[in-house]
């Protein structure tokens, strides 16, 4: 929930329910929310339903009758979708409003204009720094579409054209992604030479060559395997 303040009195508070898909148990259970903080904070409540595609939004923005009253009382949940998220693409606009970057980010992952969402986003989030800003990179990374968080990934490893990244996370982010990135040269090294030498690979070999991310022992693998005259003996 969040409370909104004007000078010391609370006007209003809000619920916020992100739901994934329709389920008719929240229609009654939302209710009950909406009356818990109302009686808790004494002040007006609102529900805000947050919901990523149309189809759950129309569902969850319809009345709810409470079945009393005279006339009868109804609750009319507040609902965000995707199309209610601006599109933002300008640099100073994230810049100022971050969280408003983030949720055009997940809104608009397949958006013709998505890459200049995301660059928007990154010096945002560049801009904003420290804990705030690496949750946020955490979070866009667990939200995205598989297909969608390849892609953001790949922009953020580009570096924007030498953007200068502010956050720990995106500099701990980048250095992890840099070390396996030379671990999985280093692995295929390996498979490179043994091919070359015509000696087989078993899958279970090749598995576990290249899931090391231990670049000393690797380098000791690729020495290794000018020698050997089987692929199982690498690993002895």
Sequence with gaps: MVAFHRGGERIPAVVVEVQLRPDP??????????????ARLRCPTLLLVVCPDTRTARWAAKPIDL?????????????????GV?????????VDLPELAVLSALAHA?????????????????ALGGDRAALYYDFILSTLPAAARSEWEALMAAGLQGYEYRSEFARRYFAEGEAQGEARGEAKSVLTVLDARGIAVPAEVRERIMSCDDLDQLQRWLRKALEVNRAADLLA
């Design 110 to 126: 397949r958006h013709p204009d998505h890459r200049e969402i995301w660059k928007a986003l990154l010096a945002a989030l560049g």
């Design 86 to 94: 601006p599109v933002v693409t300008d640099l100073d606009a994230a």
């Design 25 to 38: 148990d929240k229609r009654w259970s939302w209710p009950v929310y909406v009356a818990s903080l109302r």
């Design 67 to 83: 079945g009393y009253g005279n006339p009868s009382v109804g609750l009319s949940p507040l609902v965000l979708d995707p199309a």
